[in-house]
């Protein structure tokens, strides 16, 4: 019912950046929150960052200053901006989206299949 394509991943040295994005489709009527969640080998899924339907945003502490999220809810598409990019920043980087598919009452999340983010030192 819902597609998400992420894409943007990638190998990159410290001190680099990246941007990934990720597309929403399908028969989704709205969307709450969109955002990104990293898992890095041997550690539990830890969210990155999400944007709210009004633009409030949320990153956690040890991206702020270096990553950037945003949206374009014409597109359906979320963004995450990384700068000063970190060797522990090496992740699988995963995108959800919080909506309301047609037909249903209530929301759900959704999930994109993963992109990986490689910071060598």
């Known amino acids: 019912q819902v597609q998400l394509v992420e894409s943007g991943g990638g190998l990159v040295q410290a001190g680099g950046s990246l941007r990934l994005s990720c597309a929403a489709s399908?028969?989704?009527?709205?969307?709450?929150?969109m955002g990104w969640y990293r898992q890095a080998p041997g550690k539990p899924r830890e969210l990155v960052a999400a944007?709210?339907?009004?633009?409030?945003?949320n990153l956690r502490d040890s991206v702020k200053g270096r990553f950037t999220i945003s949206r374009d809810n014409a597109q359906k598409t979320v963004y995450l901006q990384m700068n000063s990019l970190k060797p522990e920043d090496t992740a699988v980087y995963y995108c959800?989206?919080?909506?309301?598919?047609?037909?249903?009452?209530?929301?759900?999340?959704?999930w994109g299949q993963g992109t990986q983010v490689t910071v060598s030192s």
């Open positions: 959800y989206v919080r909506g309301v598919v047609f037909g249903r009452a209530g929301s759900d999340d959704y």
């Open positions: 399908g028969s989704i009527r709205s969307i709450n929150a």
């Open positions: 944007v709210a339907s009004g633009g409030t945003t």
